[in-house]
């Protein structure tokens, strides 16, 4: 079946580190996005790619590196986490800038 | 830039009574809207939305959304709700044309046995 696999589904880490969460999708969806959902905030989202190697910033990109050097996977860098990313993480792929499919979610914590 | 409000973080509901939930846009020329629901630890899923041409959108699990420009509003309904409808809703709205996503902050909806 196709659908969006996110990794690892749980993490904790500590501040300075670096941590990559990975994104796989088997739609062939062109489309592939990043958001963060925090509590009184909804989602918000942080990057976003049309295609390979093409990526855009979201609304919060600060401290977020992304790339996609294959369609069907977009993962996302935190280079040098901080307690304030401390977030459920959640991939989406779609055919145009609405996204149509969700991960599960990372949940991630900086210490 | 578009914005979207959903007038109410919580919502308790009886069992098979209706529910509202609540959703303003700010002004655009033309907008594309969307309601999607989060069960608790999954990702989203898509309800209904709303491109062009009827203003009542009819979605999946008996969901219905009804568009209304002249008070920029996109309500969410369901004539009877069931335990299993808890969840958080989000409304979405965009510009129309492709641009990303703008997300309000969600509603969650708890239905009482």
């Excluded at chain 2, 409000?5 to 509202?20: G, H, K, N, Y």
């Excluded at chain 2, 409808?85 to 129309?96: I, K, L, N, P, Q």
């Amino acid at each position: 079946d196709a659908g969006i696999t996110q990794s690892p589904r749980y993490k904790i880490t500590e501040t300075g580190r670096q941590v990559t969460l990975m994104c796989h999708q088997t739609w062939s969806h062109s489309y592939m996005f990043w958001y963060r959902q925090d509590l009184g905030h909804g989602l918000r989202l942080i990057y976003y790619s049309a295609a390979a190697d093409i990526t855009d910033k979201g609304e919060v990109p600060d401290g977020y590196v992304v790339s996609r050097s294959k369609t069907e996977n977009f993962p996302l860098t935190l280079e040098s986490a901080t307690r304030s990313q401390t977030s459920v993480y959640f991939c989406a792929s779609g055919t145009d800038k609405k996204p149509q499919h969700f991960g599960d979610g990372t949940r991630l914590s900086i210490l | 830039a578009q914005s979207v409000t959903q007038l109410d973080s919580q919502v308790p509901v009886f069992e098979e009574a209706p529910v509202e939930l609540r959703c303003n846009y700010s002004s655009s020329v033309s907008v594309y809207l969307f309601w999607y629901v989060q069960y608790p630890n999954q990702g989203l899923q898509l309800l209904l939305k709303y491109l062009s041409g009827s203003t009542l959108v009819k979605g999946i699990n008996g969901f219905e959304a009804e568009f209304n420009k002249s008070q920029t509003s996109f309500h969410l309904r369901k004539p009877s709700v069931h335990i299993s409808d808890t969840a958080e809703y989000f409304c979405a709205v965009s510009g129309s044309g492709n641009t990303p996503l703008v997300f309000g902050k969600g509603t969650r909806l708890s239905v009482i046995a």
